[in-house]
């Protein structure tokens, strides 16, 4: 079964740091898209970072781009986003998902959020960011 399962939300103040924890099971992350979405109260979904399969490369929306690092540890089969700089408006409900692949394609999410589809989602983490 393909479970994606986040971790690390928490809040934090103005300028501070956050690292969230995506743990996939059930696919390799080899041949899959994974990446983190945010959505804030009252907004729609963005994108914020995806990691393309076949190593093809990390996008990163331009909200956070400088700000926030995705990296992947095969090993346990998990992803990370690191937050550094955080913002009031960074506060949002961060997800994990993935779409498995069976051909590679050149991006997941775009400069603007915006973002192509992703087949599954974990359930969420919190992220408060606050003075």
């Given at each position: 079964?393909?479970?994606?399962?986040?971790?690390?939300?928490?809040?934090?103040?103005?300028?501070?740091?956050?690292?969230?924890s995506c743990v996939a099971s059930g696919f390799s992350l080899d041949v899959t898209d994974i990446g983190w979405?945010?959505?804030?109260?009252?907004?729609?979904?963005?994108?914020?970072?995806?990691?393309?399969?076949?190593?093809?490369?990390?996008?990163?929306?331009?909200?956070?781009?400088?700000?926030?690092?995705?990296?992947?540890?095969?090993?346990?089969?998990?992803?990370?986003?690191?937050?550094?700089?955080?913002?009031?408006?960074?506060?949002?409900?961060?997800?994990?998902?993935?779409?498995?692949?069976?051909?590679?394609?050149?991006?997941?999410?775009?400069?603007?959020?915006?973002?192509?589809?992703?087949?599954?989602?974990?359930?969420?983490?919190?992220?408060?960011?606050?003075?």
């Amino acid at each position: 079964q393909l479970q994606l399962v986040e971790s690390g939300g928490g809040l934090v103040r103005p300028g501070g740091s956050l690292r969230l924890s995506c743990v996939a099971s059930g696919f390799s992350l080899d041949v899959t898209d994974i990446g983190w979405f945010r959505q804030a109260p009252g907004k729609l979904r963005e994108g914020v970072s995806c990691m393309l399969s076949r190593g093809g490369g990390i996008n990163y929306a331009d909200s956070v781009k400088g700000r926030f690092t995705m990296s992947r540890d095969s090993t346990k089969n998990t992803v990370y986003l690191q937050m550094n700089n955080l913002k009031p408006g960074d506060t949002a409900v961060y997800y994990c998902a993935a779409d498995p692949r069976t051909s590679p394609r050149t991006m997941c999410v775009m400069p603007s959020g915006n973002y192509y589809g992703m087949d599954y989602w974990g359930k969420g983490t919190p992220v408060t960011v606050s003075s």
